[in-house]
C-alpha cells in the first residue's frame, strides 16, 4: 500500500482547506483509511477516519463539525475538508490505512503541514 498526502498550506484563521490522500497498491474494500495529525513537541493525534466499504466516518471531538472525511472510490483517494480552521489545527498531517480487523494503522503516508495563522 502507498499513500500519498497532500494540500497542506498556510491559511488564516477561520479558513478551509482540503487534504487528498492517494491510496494505491491494492484494492482497499477492506480498509480503514484515516487522517491524523502531530503538532510540534505533541504526540501524534488521531484526527478522523472512514470505512472505504461503507463509508462510515469518526471524528475526534476537536473536529467534529468543522472537518469532513470522505472517500472517491473511483480515484483510489480519500479527502479531509477542513473548515473553520483554528491556529490549534496547525500540525504536520499525515494519511494512514489498516485492515478493517486491525488494531492499529499499518500503513502511513507522508505528512503534510497545515500552519493556521490567528
Known amino acids: 500500500v502507498q499513500l500519498q498526502a497532500s494540500g497542506g498550506g498556510l491559511v488564516q484563521a477561520g479558513n478551509s482547506l482540503r487534504l487528498s490522500c492517494a491510496a494505491s497498491?491494492?484494492?482497499?474494500?477492506?480498509?480503514?483509511m484515516a487522517w491524523f495529525r502531530q503538532a510540534p513537541g505533541k504526540e501524534r493525534e488521531f484526527v478522523a477516519d472512514i470505512r472505504w466499504n461503507g463509508g462510515s466516518t469518526t471524528y475526534a471531538d476537536s473536529v467534529k463539525g468543522r472537518f469532513t472525511i470522505s472517500r472517491d472510490n473511483a480515484k483510489n483517494t480519500v479527502y479531509l475538508q477542513m473548515n473553520s480552521l483554528k491556529p490549534e489545527d496547525t500540525a504536520l498531517y499525515y494519511c494512514?490505512?489498516?485492515?478493517?480487523?486491525?488494531?492499529?494503522?499499518?500503513?502511513w503516508g507522508q505528512g503534510t503541514q497545515v500552519t493556521v495563522s490567528s
Open positions: 494512514a490505512a489498516k485492515l478493517v480487523l486491525a488494531g492499529t494503522y499499518f500503513w
Open positions: 497498491g491494492r484494492t482497499f474494500n477492506n480498509y480503514v
